[in-house]
């Protein structure tokens, strides 16, 4: 975790990109579980501090169990996997694993 933390902080323009891309926002953003302060050795005002405070970084998108039903669904599924591959490249340069 702390490995993501300092990716972020060393890349703060490219973590910008990431989490302001306007089609992850709109389809609710970047979550994870949250810290309630800072983790120790993080500035608390870094401009990214909420996103240093998370405990976990994921992308989802919600559909009914209906929508597995219709035929595009796998078109879908690529859709919500390609908007959630930036966040994925993201975390995977910061553990040095293959993306």
């Known amino acids: 975790l702390n490995r993501i933390r300092d990716y972020i902080v060393d890349n703060a323009v490219a973590w910008s990109r990431v989490c302001n891309a306007r089609k992850l926002k709109d389809a609710g953003g970047i ?49 919500a996997f390609r908007l959630a591959a930036p966040l994925n490249r993201f975390v995977t340069g910061a553990l040095d694993l293959p993306f």
């Open 31 to 79: 979550r994870g579980d949250s810290l309630k302060r800072p983790p120790r050795g993080y500035d608390p005002d870094h401009r990214h501090i909420e996103d240093l405070k998370r405990k976990s970084f994921f992308a989802m998108v919600e559909a009914s169990p209906a929508t597995a039903l219709n035929p595009e669904f796998a078109d879908e599924v690529a859709a």
